[in-house]
Structures are given as structure tokens and as C-alpha cells.
């Protein structure tokens, strides 16, 4: 008996990285309620995984530490982004979504790193290889926001100025390198919500930046004249993003602390790896409950 064609195609898996805001400028609303933004991503070296498998059938299964969180909050199923993707890019394809997809939860859910996101876009990414598609970028991006507004920052996975709703993109040099440590206090934050108590709160929005790549080039200068335009708004609904701010305070080498989008995740920039590897060390022994990561921005670092 021959084996069908799909049973051929080698399975092919994609990093999800943790997508992290170094700045979050509000720079206006659109009449649909969408902000307008200005903001730096970049993105983690760990994260999610994503794999596509030849399958007679769709499957999904969700597996890894936080497997379990994303059913709680309900994106386990058709919600999920993964699977989104998967449906989006087979009717653009014309293709059967006979795929066995396996999402590796390593990041927490609703936490402002994009998790769901990056996720959506490594789907995007594995099945263009997986088809064969060879959709440009261009061609995936118009798919990527159809699914949220982060998505298509998140098919790039290197530093990029974003502006727009997320769909305007500029690949920016950092040219620095930085430890990185993130900490989220576990407690799920609502991107809506978090936009909705900004709103309220009738904030000035951020003027457009006049040095936008010079900014990005220098950390020292990012730190002094930029901020997270949502760190207030998420601190009025979790109190916790204070506490995380605290404690990088306390720690050693910190160049920067600050919120990642709408939290309540928390990044802290560190000269060195080994200095952020320190410091997500004590974090984590003294807050268990927490959760830490230590990564690398930039090239080298692993
Ligand atoms: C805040 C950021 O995390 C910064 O990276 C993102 O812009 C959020 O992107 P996302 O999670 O992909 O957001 P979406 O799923 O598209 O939107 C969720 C909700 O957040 C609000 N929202 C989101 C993005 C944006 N630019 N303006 C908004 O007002 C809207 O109420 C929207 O209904
Ligand atoms: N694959 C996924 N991973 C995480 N959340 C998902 C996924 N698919 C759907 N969701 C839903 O999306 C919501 C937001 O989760 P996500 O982890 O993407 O938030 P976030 O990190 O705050 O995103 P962003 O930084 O883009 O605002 C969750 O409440 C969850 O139910």
C-alpha cells in the first residue's frame, strides 16, 4: 500500500519567542479604539514551540508548564491563535488543514510578552515551510494581523521599531547586547482591560520621537527618554507590577526596569548575561511563586 503525500513531509518546529515592549509610546487612538503606537520589540532567544506534523486530520494538543494556564483562560481550543493560524493560512493556501500541531507552553498566558502572538506567527512561519508555501513576508503580514496586533511583529523575531496598530514595521540595530531577566507576578492581565483603564485615566498621549533608531542604539539614552505609556494604567488593576519593579531595584547591574506591554510582565536590562543570570537566580529563590526567565539581547549570549 503506498503512503499518502502528507505522510511524507518531515515535521518542522518554530521557536515562539517572548515578545518584550523596551518602550511603549500611546501616540494616538483610531476611530475603531485602537491605539496608536510607537515602540520598540524585541524578542527572547527561549520561548514557545510550535510543531507541525503530517496528520490525516486537524489535532491540536498544548503541552509544557503552562499548558494548563492557557485552558484555565480558555484559549485552549478553537480561541486558540495557533489554531486560528492554522485555519487562516489553509483557506489562503486552499488547502486542507490536515496538520497534527503541537504548542509547547513554556510562557505565561495574558502576560504582555505575546505569548499568544508569537505563538500565531511561529504557526504561520512553520506551516509556510511544512506547505512549501513560500508566502513573502509581505503575504504572511496581511495574515498576521488578521489574528491580532502584535502577530506580525512577531513573524520577524529580531528588534523592530513598530508604530501603527502594529502593522507599520522597521527593523532596527540595537547595537548593544544585554542581559535580560523577565518576571511576571502570575496574575493574568486583560490587554483590553489594561487599554480601558488608560483611556479612562484620559492620559496625554506620547508625542511621536524625533530620534526614534538613535534612541534604540543607545540603552542609556532609551532608558532616559522613553517609559511604558501602560505601566500606570496596569499597576491601577495589579498592584503586583509594583512589587516586580521593586525587586529589580534591589538587584545589581540593572541599566533598566521596566513593564513589557500591557504586563504585568517586568523585564530588567543587565550589562551582563552572567549579572542577569544572578539576579533571576535570588528573584526566583525568594519569590517562588514567580515566574523568571533569564535571556540574552543581542547577538552572541546563546
Ligand atoms: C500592547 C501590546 O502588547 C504592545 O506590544 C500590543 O499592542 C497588544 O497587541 P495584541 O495583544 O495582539 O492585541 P489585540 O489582540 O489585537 O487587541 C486586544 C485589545 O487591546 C486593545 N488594543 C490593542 C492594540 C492596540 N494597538 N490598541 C488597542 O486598543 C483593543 O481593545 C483590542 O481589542
Ligand atoms: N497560543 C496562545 N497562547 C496564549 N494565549 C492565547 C493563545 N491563544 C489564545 N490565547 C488567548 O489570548 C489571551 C492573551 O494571551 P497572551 O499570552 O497572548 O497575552 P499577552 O502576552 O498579554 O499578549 P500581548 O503582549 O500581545 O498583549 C489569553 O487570555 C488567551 O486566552
Redesign the pocket.
Known sequence: MSMPLWAALPPVSVTAPA?V?LF?HITGRRAD???E?E?L?VFTKGGDRVTVAAAPEFTFTLEGPFASALEALGGAGEGNLVSKAVMLLASHAGLEPNVAVTLEKNLPVAA?I?GG?SDAAAALLALNQFWKLKLPMSVLEGIALQL????PACLHQVPLLVRG??EELKPVSLGWQAGIVLVNPMEPLS??AV?KAYHVAAAAFDAPLQNAEALCANVHDLAASSRNA?EGAARSICPAVADVLDEFMCQDGVTLARMS??GATCFALFETAEEAEVAARKIGESRRNWWVMADYLGAGGG
Open positions: 515578545k515592549n511603549l479604539g485602537y491605539h503606537l515602540s520589540f504582555g505575546g502572538s491580532g496586533a502584535d502577530v496598530i502594529g490587554t483590553p487599554f501602560l506591554g500591557s
